[in-house]
């Protein structure tokens, strides 16, 4: 009886792995025109996304495509090209928030049975992205107090829409904030509710940056205000704090203990602020990684190298785009004070080059930068 049913085991194992193995495997993509749009837009009135379904058959035959937006059809967002069952469409979005995409396509195979004849089967392959689209306002009130320079006026507009319902998740209030108190700041400004307005600069940019899923912050005009203060910033608390010598830039390594202790504890602040003011916050990590050494905290900074070393050569051409000028400056300056950093660690230039050559092409046209790496490393050429 027992070796009976291990037979019969066996045989229903056997047809169950050739069923497999004839079940091809399909996948599905989803390619979209634009991840960040603007109900305000005079320049695009209409607020759309293109989005086609990529749909690699690999030897089935597409049933059924199902798309589902969160939000609500008609309220928050309408077709205007095709529908949920097409396999492209144009998305025309209503309502300010971040939108999520599920896309399920169904398809159909043929699966031949060991007694020869053909069953047709029927699967589903899908595609989720959280926050695929968002959708935003330029908010020009806001805009309009910044430039006529209301910082008091601007704070609290902006305050106002931060706690609308709509805007919760929105960075855009949080980036207007922002401008006005570091309007307040740099004005001397004098506010009974606003005690340090630029700790509440620092504090409204990062909220910004934690909203800023899509891309907001990369807009022209927040863009060039966001260098704006990250320059001002780097310049006062990490520029400020290092020994500069032709164009390049030191930890302190004098004598002095409590001088050494108290300027190694400021560029360890500054670096922890930067990289919340920093929608790119890889750009800070290479000036860290030095100061965590000098903090004789060698370990943390072996893996931020390595870490950041990865990141560097995974980093697209749009990545280093939508760095400022200054981030790239502090990836520079970072690049620079690590290879040296590394150098005297490892007695070897193998881990510095590894880093001054994976941003050779970023500062192609940096004199300051080509002129180190010909000068201390011999442009990375073995002798």
């Not at 320049?43 to 035959?61: R, T």
């Not at 300027?263 to 500054?270: I, K």
Request: hydrophobic share 35%; aromatic share 12%.
């Amino acid at each position: 009886m027992k070796n009976i049913s291990f037979i019969l085991l066996l045989i229903v194992q056997f047809s169950i792995f050739e069923t497999i193995a004839q079940a091809p495997t399909p996948t599905v993509d989803v390619k979209y025109s634009k991840s960040l749009v603007f109900l305000d837009s005079e320049i695009n009135p209409i607020a759309s996304v293109k989005f086609n379904s990529v749909f690699q058959n690999n030897g089935s035959k597409r049933a059924i495509t199902t798309w589902l937006f969160s939000g609500n059809e008609g309220k928050d967002w309408k077709y205007i090209e095709g529908n949920s069952n097409s396999e492209d469409i144009e998305i025309e979005f209503l309502k300010v928030g971040n939108y999520s995409l599920e896309l399920a396509v169904s398809y159909t195979y043929d699966v031949v049975l060991k007694s020869g004849e053909t069953e047709i089967e029927e699967d589903e392959v899908a595609y989720e992205k959280e926050y695929i689209v968002t959708a935003t306002k330029n908010l020009d009130e806001l805009t309009q107090i910044h430039a006529d320079s209301n910082f008091l006026k601007l704070v609290k507009k902006a305050s106002d829409y931060l706690v609308k319902t709509d805007y919760l998740d929105d960075p855009t209030p949080s980036i207007f904030l922002a401008k006005g108190y570091y309007g307040i700041y740099r004005n001397e400004l004098p506010d009974p509710i606003v005690t340090d307005p630029w700790e509440e600069t620092i504090n409204s940019i990062s909220m910004a940056i934690e909203k800023d899923i899509n891309g907001v912050f990369n807009e022209k005009i927040h863009k060039m205000w966001l260098n704006k203060f990250q320059n001002d910033f780097f310049d006062n608390y990490l520029f400020y704090n290092l020994e500069e010598d032709d164009g390049f830039y030191s930890i302190y390594s004098g004598a002095d203990k409590e001088k050494k202790t108290e300027l190694l504890d400021l560029l360890m602040e500054g670096c922890e602020i930067y990289a919340a003011i920093s929608t790119q916050p890889i750009a800070i990590k290479l000036l860290e990684a030095p100061i965590r050494v000098a903090l004789k905290d060698t370990r943390t900074a072996n893996e931020i190298w390595k870490s950041t070393i990865n990141t560097l050569k995974k980093l697209t051409e749009d990545d280093f785009d939508n760095m400022t000028e200054t981030d790239i400056k502090a990836l520079k300056y970072g690049a620079m004070l690590s290879a040296v950093t590394l150098t005297q660690l490892r007695q070897s230039n193998t881990q510095a080059c590894e880093i001054l050559t994976s941003l050779k092409e970023v500062f192609e046209y940096d004199r300051g930068y080509l002129g180190f790496m010909k000068t201390r490393y011999n442009n990375c050429k073995e002798e």
